[in-house]
């Protein structure tokens, strides 16, 4: 039988688990096929309530006057020895009786005769023998019936307690899943929280080291730019400074134009 | 849903039987004796013939009742035998299909017409429950007529409860398709 079978009839029959109805209802109504069916299949039993209980008429009860027979168990579970135990038990009890009526085989001739003891006391002693022995196969017979219901009982106990403990495998089972999966999401919750918290520490320490960078390089750059500005303070003054030389010296050369000893005297 | 028990208290019953009042067997009989002969009747299709089920059912019971260890099983040990008697009998006899619609009781209602309609559509349905296999029709009563669960109907059939929804499943979808050619052949006589 397939599970999905098995749903649909465990849903129309009212005996699915609460737990799963809301589910199977969500499924029928994603498969308008399976509702379909399912539909069908109530509209079948609908039906079939009709033939109600009251539109039977039952006939009056009859007293049975039953004697007190053998006991019979589960109704049909009557015992049925085979034949071959039946003739087997039927010769042992006639031997059994023969012998001890004192039956005596005699050989005349070519043929068999058969002779008894007292003709008077042996039939009294037959009819007792006969009966002792009726009673204690009937005691033996009423013995095995016993047995054989003991032992029918017994299985069926042994059974049950199989289907009891099927059940309660099936509960447990159902159970310990439940609570797996229950732990699997809140471990998986858990999990998603530690991956996430992980995620931010790592943008913080990020954010933080490529800060450290930036403010590293401005620094750097500040610094650098504060060096090459004296460089070029320097070169500057430097500049400057053989400017005014070239000037002292202009300055002397042109003040020696005026004095032209001085200036001979110079080149 | 039906209670298990519910036409007689029977666990005080059956002590007092198990004490030889023969009194109390009759009442424990008398009180049970017209749900067994529904749940025949529905399974063999035939008055006579349920009638012959419950009656040996109720021996099986006076004959039985003095090994039934726990009371409380007395319901599904019941059905087990009714159940086995309306097989065994089933099989015996050959069912005749009635030629009538069906003996129904009359009951009350102001429309004929629509009475009429409603015993037709029983009648439908005695005929369909008897062109299922035995063993899905078992199920079948046990389930929607005597209200019991999956769980005691496999307790009762000795089977398993799954093997029991199958034949349920199966049952209602042969008796779905039963119907519904029924119901369009009406429809087409009709029109």
Not at chain 1, 135 to 155: E, G, L
Not at chain 1, 199 to 223: F, K, P
Not at chain 2, 58 to 63: D, G, L
Request: net charge negative; glycine share 4%.
């Amino acid at each position: 039988m397939k599970h999905l079978e098995k749903e649909i009839i465990e849903y129309i029959s009212g005996e699915m688990h609460p737990s799963f109805v809301e589910k199977f209802e969500t499924k029928m109504q994603d498969d308008p096929e399976l509702k379909a069916q399912v539909s069908a299949l109530q509209g079948t039993q609908n039906h079939l309530n009709e033939w109600t209980a009251d539109e039977i008429e039952v006939p009056p009860f009859e007293n049975q006057d039953v004697d007190e027979g053998p006991d019979v168990r589960k109704g049909a579970a009557v015992v049925h020895l085979p034949n071959w135990i039946k003739y087997a038990a039927a010769a042992i009890i006639l031997l059994g009786i023969s012998w001890l009526s004192g039956l005596q085989v005699n050989r005349v001739g070519n043929t068999l005769a058969f002779s008894f003891g007292d003709p008077e006391v042996m039939t009294d002693i037959d009819t007792k023998i006969e009966g002792i022995v009726a009673k204690a196969v009937q005691n033996q017979m009423k013995d095995y019936q016993s047995q054989f219901t003991t032992y029918q009982d017994n299985i069926d106990q042994s059974l049950q307690n199989i289907n009891t403990g099927l059940a309660s495998l099936t509960g447990q089972y159902r159970l310990e899943n439940n609570r797996l999966k229950s732990n699997m999401q809140s471990e998986s919750n858990a999990q998603y929280a530690r991956l996430e918290q992980m995620i931010r520490s790592i943008e913080n320490e990020q954010r933080q080291d490529i800060e450290g960078s930036i403010t590293a390089l401005v620094q750097y750059w500040d610094q650098q730019r504060s060096t090459d500005l004296f460089k070029i303070e320097n070169a500057f003054n430097e500049v400057a400074a053989a400017i005014n030389n070239q000037q002292d010296r202009t300055d002397a050369i042109f003040s020696s134009l005026t004095d032209p000893v001085a200036v001979t005297t110079n080149y | 849903m039906i209670d298990m028990n519910k036409e007689i208290n029977v666990l005080p019953l059956i002590t007092k039987i198990q004490k030889g009042d023969r009194q109390a067997l009759e009442s424990l009989c008398r009180s049970w004796y017209p749900r067994v002969y529904r749940y025949a009747l529905r399974f063999t299709g035939d008055e006579e013939m349920a009638k012959e089920a419950s009656q040996l059912t109720f021996i099986s019971v006076t004959k039985g009742i003095n090994n039934l260890r726990d009371p409380s099983s007395y319901t599904p040990w019941l059905f087990r035998i009714v159940a086995n008697h309306c097989r065994n009998l089933h099989k015996s006899k050959r069912y005749h299909e009635p030629e009538e619609v069906l003996h129904l009781t009359m009951q009350t209602n102001n429309n004929p017409h629509r009475q009429m309609e409603r015993n037709e559509r029983i009648a439908q349905v005695k005929k369909a429950l008897m062109k299922i296999p035995a063993e899905q029709r078992e199920v079948i009563i046990m389930k929607e007529y005597e209200g019991l669960k999956f769980r005691e109907i496999a307790a009762i059939l000795e089977t398993s409860e799954n093997t029991v929804k199958s034949r349920m499943y199966y049952g209602l979808n042969a008796l779905k398709k039963t119907l519904t050619v029924n119901k369009d052949k009406i429809y087409n006589e009709a029109s």
